[in-house]
């Protein structure tokens, strides 16, 4: 089958994605959303900006500056300050551009004749596919807060949303709930459904012995300290950095000699914001992104890991934390209670509760037996369910019954 993905193809959760369908002898034809280099499981590849995608978040490339590398870095330092305002402007002049890429994208679809095209994600990617009139069928993937949080964003952010979910003929989701929101926002209630992780499973052995193996690298951490950490960066709307922020010098009182490692938050104004403010500077580690070795390793040596959001689907890093053995704590919400069972195999915390939090940490450090008893809940929920192969198995039965239809 020759499937056409339209994705960022920067992204992890894409890469593993073709990865899972490259080892199905699916063709691929990769449309990416962001300037990126050609993936090795991509047979096609197209690079296609949607929606001022050079605008938002963490979009521009890391390669060189045309002038030599000083231009780069003040254009980081201006998306970082002003993402925000950034993604209004992409609420609202966003989906007026769309049109004009749309005919670029038919114009590829026309060159390439997919018997399938699957956008990862909603806004903007699938979006595109609402201008599509062809007669290739369709497919879109929900990210846990295209719904909640980016079809709020304006009028036009809803009307295509809307448009989006009626226009596709197959829902892929990483929960329940967003299938049912997804039905609810106008598609089809016969059409075939998927429920899988979004990277396209966890490679359950994989992850381990890397963990394990990288462990070696890791004497930069202090011995005898606790380690907390949080893989998910600043997502606004979404992750409530600054609940975990403020709850850090609550649990110190009870834990000084804790280290909070922050993922992909160095050089971000706002996190040296919270550490001057707080005063938190000598238990608090922000680190640029890093590999996802490291990140399994860092892991599986931490007791814990914070996940503080208020629109979410099933964050990776909370799968890949749970298969290393991590304690989770994560935001109370709807989706996070499909994975996580309060006081079983992780705790649950108001997403607006510093002080909430900082008593789920806490009793999560003090308490061994519950973090080493919910290791092993963890473990066997992601062989049941999150497991690669097992994923890719629906994965490939979701597309035969798709193209069938």
């Known amino acids: 089958m020759k499937i056409l993905i339209l994705a960022d193809g920067r992204s992890p959760i894409t890469l593993n994605w073709l990865r899972s369908l490259k080892s199905l002898n699916h ?7 962001y300037p990126c280099e050609q993936p090795k499981e991509a047979d096609e590849f197209f690079i296609l900006p949607v929606a001022f995608s050079g605008l ?5 490339p890391k390669n060189k500056a045309k002038d030599g590398s000083k231009s780069e870095g003040s254009d980081r330092t201006f998306i970082r300050r002003f993402r925000p305002l950034l993604i209004n402007f992409r609420y609202i002049l966003g989906p007026f551009s769309l049109p004009l890429t749309a005919r670029k994208f038919n114009r590829i679809v026309s060159q390439t004749n997919p018997d399938l095209i699957h956008a990862l994600r909603i806004p903007y990617e699938g979006m595109l596919l609402s201008f599509y009139h062809g007669n290739i069928p369709c497919a879109v993937s929900i990210w846990g807060n295209d719904i909640t949080l980016h079809a709020q964003g304006s009028a036009m952010m809803r009307q295509l949303t809307q448009k989006t979910l009626k226009k596709v003929r197959g829902l892929a989701a990483d929960t329940n709930r967003d299938i049912r929101l997804g039905k609810n ?9 998927l429920v899988v992780p979004g990277n396209g499973g966890i490679d359950f052995t994989k992850v381990r012995i890397t963990a394990e193996k990288e462990q070696v690298g890791l004497n930069w951490l202090p011995e005898n300290w606790n380690i907390v950490i949080n893989p998910r960066g600043f997502r606004p709307g979404s992750v409530r950095n600054d609940t975990f922020f403020q709850s850090i010098p609550l649990i110190l009182r009870q834990f000084p000699n804790t280290l909070f490692l922050c993922c992909s938050m160095a050089g971000q104004p706002e996190a040296d914001a919270w550490l001057d403010e707080l005063q938190i500077h000598r238990n608090t580690m922000l680190l640029p992104t890093i590999p996802q070795e490291l990140l399994w390793s860092l892991f599986s040596r931490a007791q814990v890991t914070v996940s503080i959001s208020e629109h979410d689907g099933t964050p990776n890093s909370l799968l890949e934390a749970m298969t290393c053995g991590c304690f989770p704590v994560a935001g109370d919400i709807e989706s996070i209670r499909e994975w996580i069972t309060p006081g079983i195999n992780g705790l649950l915390v108001d997403p607006n509760n510093p002080e909430q939090l900082a008593s ?11 973090r080493s008893d919910a290791a092993e809940i963890n473990r066997q929920i992601i062989l049941e369910r999150a497991d690669s192969e097992i994923v890719r198995t629906e994965i490939e039965v979701f597309y035969n019954q798709f193209v069938s239809n």
């Open 185 to 193: 926002w106008g598609f089809p209630t016969d059409e075939p459904v």
């Open 56 to 60: 938002s978040g963490s979009s521009i």
């Open 27 to 33: 063709q691929i034809v990769l449309v990416s959303s």
């Open 360 to 370: 789920a940490v806490i009793s999560a450090l003090l308490n061994e037996k519950l």
